[in-house]
Nanobody, 123 residues
Framework: QVQLVESGGGLVQAGGSLSLSCAAS????????MGWFRQAPGKAREFVAG????????HYADSVKGRFTIARDNAKNTVYLQMNSLKPEDTAVYSC????????????????WGQGTQVTVSS
């Protein structure tokens, strides 16, 4: 089992920045690719970004490319999502997940999930 706990969400004005963290425990987390997903009210869960177990490769949804950065520190068992130039449409609950492929956008293919953290961007 892998336990994941997100933190860092909050309220920010459009154009601002937030940094999310996902603390992992349990099995060797570096064995897993990690992904960030988000879900806005009334919408399907959406892939945001993914990173390999080693942290050497990343993948982003077109909607966040150039604004968001995913990174990980395996010594701290933590994955990060730096979000810049935030827009109101980025408002959602953001969750991290552990899986096998960093480019996987299908949420059902991820093995472990955190509880999520709310990000609200005001206009």
């Amino acid at each position: 089992q892998v336990q994941l706990v997100e933190s860092g969400g909050g309220l920010v004005q459009a154009g601002g920045s937030l940094s999310l963290s996902c603390a992992a425990s349990g099995r060797t987390v570096s064995n897993y690719a990690m992904g960030w997903f988000r879900q806005a009210p009334g919408k399907a869960r959406e892939f945001v970004a993914g990173i390999t177990g080693s942290g050497t490769r990343t993948h982003y949804a077109d909607s966040v490319k150039g604004r968001f950065t995913i990174a990980r520190d395996n010594a701290k068992n933590t994955v990060y999502l730096q979000m810049n130039s935030l827009k109101p449409e980025d408002t959602a609950v953001y969750s991290c997940a552990a899986g096998q492929f960093y480019t996987e956008s299908n949420a059902y293919r991820y093995d472990f999930w955190g509880q999520g953290t709310q990000v609200t961007v005001s206009s």
